[in-house]
Nanobody
Framework: DVQLQASGGGLVQAGGSLRLSCAVS????????IGWFRQAPGKEREGVSC???????YYGDSVKGRFTISYGNAKNTMYLQMNSLKPEDTAAYYC?????????????????????WGQGTLVTVSS
């Protein structure tokens, strides 16, 4: 029922910036947590950042201080501003939504509590 579409990925040099977008439909923000996850070849999926309608945000240790998550309610769009990109940020980035009753107000390192996923957008950072 909930649908998410990620966009904005691409190729960027180390030290550069990208802004990812995720259009969300079919949900009431108050009832969900939404966020970004990524997966690189040969590695586990990891949480990047998440946000809820209270404005509470979380960030993975590897992106703290470099990435910023936000949500534009009027546009039903979640954003991830990525600055100071590193080659190790190279991954497929997915936006996701999970019911607040299951996700809770806490960090999800792997995203198993999230039920709805977008198609992903590829970010490649060259050295």
């Amino acid at each position: 029922d909930v649908q998410l579409q990620a966009s904005g990925g691409g190729l960027v040099q180390a030290g550069g910036s990208l802004r990812l977008s995720c259009a969300v439909s079919g949900f009431t923000f108050d009832d969900y947590a939404i966020g970004w996850f990524r997966q690189a070849p040969g590695k586990e999926r990891e949480g990047v950042s998440c946000i809820n309608s209270d404005g509470k945000t979380y960030y993975g240790d590897s992106v703290k201080g470099r990435f910023t998550i936000s949500y534009g309610n009027a546009k039903n769009t979640m954003y991830l501003q990525m600055n100071s990109l590193k080659p190790e940020d190279t991954a497929a980035y997915y936006c996701a939504a999970g019911a607040r009753q299951f996700v809770g107000d806490r960090w999800s390192p792997l995203g198993y509590e999230y039920d709805y996923w977008g198609q992903g957008t590829l970010v490649t950072v060259s050295s």
